[in-house]
């Protein structure tokens, strides 16, 4: 396969911010999320806990770069109702990455490939342009996925685009 593609490496210096939040409107989440990548987190994401008394809560996790700490810490606390944050160092691999345009008669979808040690591991079709030629073409969604992947992989072992 000659894809071109980002090598992998192994980020040092990452930090994960967390916070537990049991008396936020869980309405705010996807509002916050947004925030944060706008600010250059790498990932959030969002857990269900068992907080003190039994009350049902959520941990937020920031998965950010040093560099980025701060804008994080200023988003969370305007943002959420939390009084605190705990902090942990983290070392992350992350796979070499390319993506792709895949011409499908719905239009094109765009495919990001991961490689590990050259070799092609996994792929995935991006969600919003299928969900866009989905639409667009009167289709179902899973009928894009399926052909954006069969195109995709045929384009890798070198057949027809």
């Known amino acids: 396969m000659g894809f071109e593609h980002r090598e992998e490496h192994v980020d040092e210096g990452m930090?994960?911010?967390q916070a537990n939040l049991d008396d936020m409107n869980p309405e705010i989440?996807?509002?916050?999320?947004?925030?944060?990548?706008?600010?250059?987190a790498h990932d959030v994401f969002w857990i269900p806990i068992i907080m003190k008394?039994?009350?049902?809560?959520?941990?937020?996790?920031?998965?950010?770069?040093?560099?980025?700490a701060g804008r994080m810490e200023t988003v969370i606390f305007r943002e959420t109702t939390t009084l605190g944050l705990r902090y942990?160092?983290?070392?992350?691999?992350?796979?070499?990455?390319?993506f792709h345009e895949i011409e499908t008669p719905w239009g094109t979808v765009s495919v990001k490939a991961g490689f590990h040690r050259g070799e092609l591991v996994q792929f995935a079709p991006?969600?919003?342009d299928c969900e866009r030629a989905a639409k667009a073409g009167g289709v179902p969604l899973k009928r894009v996925y399926d052909e954006?992947?069969?195109?995709?992989?045929?384009?890798?072992?070198g057949g027809p685009d």
């Open 53 to 68: 008394k039994g009350r049902p809560g959520v941990m937020l996790n920031v998965l950010t770069d040093e560099a980025s």
């Open 29 to 40: 989440t996807s509002y916050v999320t947004d925030l944060l990548f706008e600010q250059g």
């Open 88 to 98: 942990g160092r983290m070392a992350c691999h992350r796979l070499g990455r390319s």
């Open 148 to 157: 954006v992947r069969l195109r995709f992989l045929q384009q890798a072992a």
């Open 15 to 17: 930090l994960m911010i």
């Open 126 to 128: 991006e969600f919003k």
